[in-house]
């Protein structure tokens, strides 16, 4: 599989359901109507409240999205304070969503089940590339949201689900998994600005210039997911997919940063710590997205800066 070949029936998918989701959610937001997360507000003022359960199959951003997406926030955060702006250690992007709405113990036993197997999950699950960054927006929240290159990102998801279907596991996603986004902000408050001025600001913001990224590195996550915090999830393990064509294995990654390559049959179940990644981590994470090496003291950098973060996680200060 050739993951720099353009599949244009994906891209066409993906970019079709991005604008018909900002062209059908404009009348509500002309209007000021927005769908306020009321769960969110609650968790927001009494952190632990949301008990919605959920096992996910994730992709962190590398330090350029992560950037791309902190100036963008920047901007919306300046019309629209009083929103949810969603930290820089909580971005993520959905592979597969395996269950939501569970008690948060059926989680974590699912999330059990499937890491006991996740040598013959992620079997054929290929590292993929996204790029053509753009703001995708409704009236629930905004989103950067990315074009698939190639078709590895749904061959991917079409292996896994089907995999875990051989496990007796039905997928049960919130939506189709047709799209590629990092979620930005969620809506908890009325709009303060006019919302003629509001639609204006997310329909002329630009993304900034082009940027391709590979997404390579899958975290098995259980718990409160709804949002992504990092408070409220937990991480199984993570995995580094190497291409399918090549290998029919994984790379285990451990907190230190250092690789090992894995085969299915040596993937086991390893619980792991959100707390320990430091510099080390960061630096597998670009080395993993295909990105030019960075110095310890720029890693160092990045790893505070998660975990400041971390430490508050419903902060604003993080975007500064």
């Known amino acids: 599989m050739n993951a720099e070949r353009p599949d244009s029936t994906d891209r066409e998918i993906f970019e079709q359901r991005l604008e018909e989701r900002k062209e059908r959610s404009l009348p509500a937001l002309l209007a000021g109507r927005l769908r306020i997360d009321?769960?969110?507000?609650?968790?927001?003022?009494?952190?632990?409240?949301?008990?919605?359960?959920?096992?996910?199959?994730?992709?962190?951003?590398?330090?350029?999205?992560?950037?791309?997406?902190?100036?963008?926030?920047?901007?919306?955060?300046?019309?629209?304070?009083?929103?949810?702006?969603?930290?820089?250690?909580?971005?993520?992007?959905?592979?597969?969503?395996?269950?939501?709405?569970?008690?948060?113990?059926?989680?974590?036993?699912?999330?059990?089940r499937v890491s006991a197997a996740i040598g013959d999950v992620l079997a054929e699950a290929s590292?993929?590339?996204?790029?053509?960054?753009?703001?995708?927006?409704?009236?629930?929240?905004?989103?950067?949201?990315?074009?698939?290159?190639?078709?590895?990102?749904?061959?991917?998801?079409?292996?896994?689900?089907?995999?875990?279907?051989?496990?007796?596991?039905?997928?049960?996603?919130?939506?189709?998994?047709?799209?590629?986004?990092?979620?930005?902000?969620?809506?908890?408050?009325?709009?303060?600005?006019?919302?003629?001025?509001?639609?204006?600001?997310?329909?002329?913001?630009?993304?900034?210039?082009?940027?391709?990224?590979?997404?390579?590195?899958?975290?098995?996550?259980?718990?409160?997911?709804?949002?992504?915090?990092?408070?409220?999830?937990?991480?199984?393990d993570r995995f580094h997919c190497l291409d399918a064509s090549r290998s029919r294995g994984m790379r285990a990654v451990n907190h230190g940063g250092a690789d090992r390559d894995w085969t299915p049959r040596d993937v086991g179940l390893r619980g792991s710590s959100e707390r320990s990644e430091g510099g080390g981590a960061v630096a597998a994470e670009w080395r993993a997205a295909g990105l030019p090496g960075r110095g310890k003291a720029r890693c160092r950098q990045a790893a505070g800066a998660r975990e400041g973060s971390d430490r508050n996680p419903h902060s604003g200060a993080a975007w500064r």
Request: charged share 20%; proline share 6%; hydrophobic share 40%.
């Open 38 to 112: 009321e769960i969110l507000k609650t968790e927001l003022e009494a952190p632990g409240s949301d008990q919605r359960g959920g096992v996910t199959l994730i992709v962190r951003p590398p330090a350029e999205v992560i950037e791309r997406a902190s100036r963008i926030q920047s901007r919306l955060q300046a019309v629209e304070p009083s929103q949810y702006y969603c930290p820089a250690g909580d971005l993520h992007l959905t592979l597969v969503e395996i269950c939501h709405g569970r008690t948060l113990s059926e989680a974590r036993l699912l999330a059990q």
């Open 127 to 236: 590292r993929f590339w996204l790029d053509r960054p753009r703001l995708g927006f409704d009236d629930g929240g905004a989103a950067l949201s990315f074009l698939p290159v190639g078709a590895a990102l749904q061959s991917t998801r079409r292996s896994i689900i089907e995999r875990l279907g051989k496990l007796g596991v039905d997928v049960q996603s919130r939506y189709p998994a047709q799209s590629a986004h990092v979620t930005l902000m969620r809506y908890t408050n009325r709009l303060r600005s006019r919302p003629a001025n509001w639609v204006r600001c997310l329909q002329s913001l630009s993304p900034g210039p082009p940027l391709r990224w590979c997404a390579a590195r899958v975290e098995l996550t259980h718990g409160a997911i709804w949002y992504g915090m990092r408070s409220r999830v937990s991480v199984w």
